[in-house]
T-cell receptor, first 114, second 115 residues
Framework: GENVEQHPSTLSVQEGDSAVIKCTYS??????FPWYKQELGKRPQLIID?????GEKKDQRIAVTLNKTAKHFSLHITETQPEDSAVYFC?????????????FGTGTKLQVIP | SAVISQKPSRDICQRGTSLTIQCQVD?????MFWYRQQPGQSLTLIAT?????????ESGFVIDKFPISRPNLTFSTLTVSNMSPEDSSIYLC????????????FGPGTRLTVL
């Protein structure tokens, strides 16, 4: 099955700096890559996603890049703010038996220091 | 996006007992997914519940331990049977945000503590 690795497990940045989280996946059939943000005690919430036919996608301060050949994708957060502090999960999704099966990475705890 | 509710939001249970978690969605969805999130860990898919058929379980999860019901297109239950402290986790249901998307939207979760 699919295996998603995520690095780093923790990340501390100064407010205003950039943060980068990297993930790799194993199954070349994966075709959809969402990123979720989970604040303490809350449900995971989608912040951005990218499909396998796109190399990069940006939404304000957040961007995601995908390298299908190398099977890795990254989340970039610019001009970080304290409210960006949370756990971020990458995920890889592929069609399995008629539905999209999502495999999550291990998570990155981001701390933005004011 | 869909509005998802889960009951209970949290519970403390004794080992050896069972707990049934409910997931209600405000719109009809074909697929519903159940995840487990152990303390400080990532999300692991337990099973996929498709209305009108048996749930599909992932490796490491069995129906006897985690029976699932899916009586209609807006509701599902997950039972955690014969609980042990290792079952202490957050259990979340999720649904696709629409019929044409791969994106999943999560319920608020049920925080289970087994003593």
């Amino acid at each position: 099955g699919e295996n998603v690795e995520q690095h780093p497990s923790t990340l501390s940045v100064q407010e205003g700096d950039s943060a980068v989280i990297k993930c790799t996946y194993s199954d070349s059939a994966s075709n959809y890559f969402p990123w979720y943000k989970q604040e303490l005690g809350k449900r995971p919430q989608l912040i951005i996603d990218i499909r396998s036919n796109v190399g990069e996608k940006k939404d304000q301060r957040i961007a995601v890049t995908l390298n299908k050949t190398a099977k890795h994708f990254s989340l970039h957060i610019t001009e970080t703010q304290p409210e960006d502090s949370a756990v971020y999960f990458c995920a890889a999704s592929l069609n399995s038996g008629g539905y999209q099966k999502v495999t999550f990475g291990t998570g990155t705890k981001l701390q933005v220091i004011p | 996006s869909a509005v998802i509710s889960q009951k209970p939001s949290r519970d403390i249970c004794q080992r050896g007992t069972s707990l049934t978690i409910q997931c209600q969605v405000d719109s009809q969805v074909t697929m519903m997914f159940w995840y487990r999130q152990q303390p400080g860990q990532s999300l692991t898919l337990i099973a996929t519940a498709n209305q009108g058929s048996e749930a599909t379980y992932e490796s490491g999860f069995v129906i006897d331990k985690f029976p699932i019901s899916r009586p209609n297109l807006t509701f599902s239950t997950l039972t955690v049977s014969n609980m042990s402290p290792e079952d202490s986790s957050i259990y979340l249901c999720s649904v696709p945000t629409s019929a044409t998307t791969d994106t999943q939207y999560f319920g608020p979760g049920t925080r289970l503590t087994v003593l």
